[in-house]
């Protein structure tokens, strides 16, 4: 079971506890009845960073679901939505990853829900906040190591905003070359990376593959290089990468290994939509014209779970001492294009202690 589905089937068994406990108690009623239809996520009056949604709510089972009416901000979004099977009383329906710049406004938002139960039809709306954006905000410090350097001079500002992805078989050369064994640390200013369902941040380096006789793929060039994360930028956690010469090409755990796929924030592929499938063991030995694609944005992504903190504003990335593939001069080691939140809060911290009022 995934964790955004643990979450959902929580959620739901937290819905019929509130009607069941009481009838188990002897009440011939349940008051803590909720409205026949609402909206979970996003909360009432919640101020989001401004990227894609994570949308869900719950009616009575007994209402129609084929009725159901979603819309955000006037746009129809009913057909992006998936049903949990219910739990009595009540039933999910919830959509992944809502965007699109006609209807994802900065600033406030609507979202609005209907659906017909004993012929009647039935309402739930929220307003809520869409501010920042999902990207790392400043270049706290950086080293760089042997042959690196490319792009220093164009320091923050490329290595800050959205990937600019070339897709499977094209990197970029808008990203910085941290060299060998050179290291980068990256601050979240406007959001801060939270630990929420499935994968949580991802790193986009520029990897890509190769083709032999035929266009048969035949290898892919990756510079790995470890991540790690901190609340405060003096603690440190690290995810585990396996960086040796004897991991390539894939470098398990490391980033610098899944082609960017992402460029900018088109409606089509966000960077903060992660990839999941396929994995990139299975693209060698494919021809390049018969390959589909994969969905999100390519990049290598990580759990925050996985190093068991809640929330992150930093994240730093050490490249390792050899790259697998062509290595130019000033161009050796990871080479840092961008970092994105896939789940994200707001930074903002009332009385300066440190955490973010979220957590408070």
Request: glycine share 12%.
């Amino acid at each position: 079971m995934s964790k955004s589905t643990e979450i959902r089937h929580r959620r739901a068994l937290g819905c019929a506890l509130a009607c069941v406990l009481p009838l188990a108690l002897g009440a011939y009623h349940c008051p803590l009845v909720p409205p026949e239809i609402r909206i979970l996520e996003p909360a009432p009056g919640a101020v989001l960073t401004h990227m894609p949604l994570q949308i869900e709510l719950d009616f009575f089972v007994r209402a129609d679901s084929g009725s159901l009416s979603v819309e955000l901000n006037g746009v129809d979004i009913s057909d992006r939505f998936l049903f949990d099977p219910p739990a009595n009383p009540r039933a999910l329906a919830w959509a992944e990853f809502v965007w699109g710049s006609a209807f994802v406004l900065p600033g406030q938002n609507l979202l609005e829900a209907s659906i017909q139960l004993d012929g009647l039809t039935h309402t739930a709306s929220v307003q809520f906040s869409s501010e920042g954006d999902p990207y790392a905000d400043a270049v706290v410090s950086y080293a760089i190591g042997a042959s690196g350097g490319f792009n220093q001079a164009a320091l923050p500002g490329i290595v800050l905003g959205p990937p600019t992805g070339s897709g499977l078989f094209g990197g970029t050369l808008g990203a910085f070359s941290l060299g060998l064994q050179g290291s980068i640390v990256l601050e979240f200013t406007d959001n801060v990376i939270v630990d929420g369902p499935g994968v949580d941040f991802t790193v986009f380096e520029n990897p890509f593959f190769g083709t032999g006789l035929f266009e048969v793929v035949d290898v892919l060039f990756s510079e790995p290089g470890t991540v790690s994360v901190s609340q405060d930028g003096v603690s440190w956690f690290s995810f585990a990468c396996a960086d040796g010469l004897a991991d390539a090409p894939y470098y398990p755990g490391c980033a610098g290994v899944y082609p960017v796929l992402a460029n900018g924030e088109s409606d089509d592929r966000h960077p903060a939509v992660p990839t999941f499938e396929p994995p990139i063991t299975s693209f060698i030995g494919q021809v390049k014209s018969s390959i589909a694609v994969p969905e999100g944005s390519g990049g290598d992504s990580f759990d925050l779970a996985d190093v068991g903190l809640a929330w992150a504003r930093y994240v730093r990335i050490e490249a390792a001492d050899h790259v697998n593939g062509p290595a130019g001069p000033d161009n050796a080691g990871f080479d840092l294009d961008a970092v994105t939140a896939v789940n994200s809060a707001p930074a903002t911290d009332a009385n300066e202690n440190g955490i973010p009022d979220a957590f408070e």
